[in-house]
Structure formats: C-alpha cells, structure tokens
Nanobody, 124 residues
Framework: QVQLVESGGGLVQAGGSLRLSCAAS????????MAWFRQAPGKEREFVAT????????YYGDSVKGRFTISRDNAKNTVYLQMNSLKPEDTAVYYC?????????????????WGQGTQVTVSS
C-alpha cells in the first residue's frame, strides 16, 4: 500500500506560478512511476505529467508541455509539479498517482494509488 498526500494548491492569477507536492508513505517510493492528473468540474480526469522511477524519463500532456515540470526526490518520498505561466483553463483538482508500470503511462487506469487531490484555481 502507498498513501499519497498532495499539498500546495491555491488561488493564483493568470501568468503566475504554483508548486504542488505529493508526499508518499508506505511501500518503497522508488518502485513506482509517479504522475499528476487533473479534473475540472464536468470533465474527465486529464493526464498532466509522469516521471519514471529513477527520474530517467518525464512525459507531459500537450496542454501543459513547456509550462509544467514534474520532478521527484526519492530520498524525501516526494514528487513535485512546478506550474508556470498558469492559465484559467488550468483550474482543476490536481491528483497525485503512483504505480504506473507502462512506459509513459498516461491513463488513470494505469495507476494504482491516488491522493485526495488539491484544488488549483487560476483567475483571469
């Protein structure tokens, strides 16, 4: 079992930045690929980014490419999402996920463990 707790969400103006954190506990953090997804009201859960087990690879959704950066610190059992140049359409609940086994896994069904989510609101 892996427990995930997100933090760092909030309200920010368009063009601003936020950094989300996801702290993991339980089984060895470094065994898992980690990812961020987001879900806006009335929409399906959307893939944001994933980072491979030892940070050997990162992969991004088209809507965030060039603006968001995913990273992990295995010593701290934490994965991060640095979000720059935020837009109102980035407004959503952001979820951390663990357990993807496929290379560049981008579907929610690829992940086993999920956090409770953190709200990000970008005002125009």
């Amino acid at each position: 079992q892996v427990q995930l707790v997100e933090s760092g969400g909030g309200l920010v103006q368009a063009g601003g930045s936020l950094r989300l954190s996801c702290a993991a506990s339980g089984r060895s953090f470094s065994d898992y690929s980690m990812a961020w997804f987001r879900q806006a009201p009335g929409k399906e859960r959307e893939f944001v980014a994933t980072v491979a087990r030892w940070s050997v690879d990162t992969y991004y959704g088209d809507s965030v490419k060039g603006r968001f950066t995913i990273s992990r610190d295995n010593a701290k059992n934490t994965v991060y999402l640095q979000m720059n140049s935020l837009k109102p359409e980035d407004t959503a609940v952001y979820y951390c996920a663990a357990g993807g086994t496929a290379w560049r896994a981008a579907s929610p069904t690829d992940y086993t463990y999920w956090g409770q989510g953190t709200q990000v609101t970008v005002s125009s």
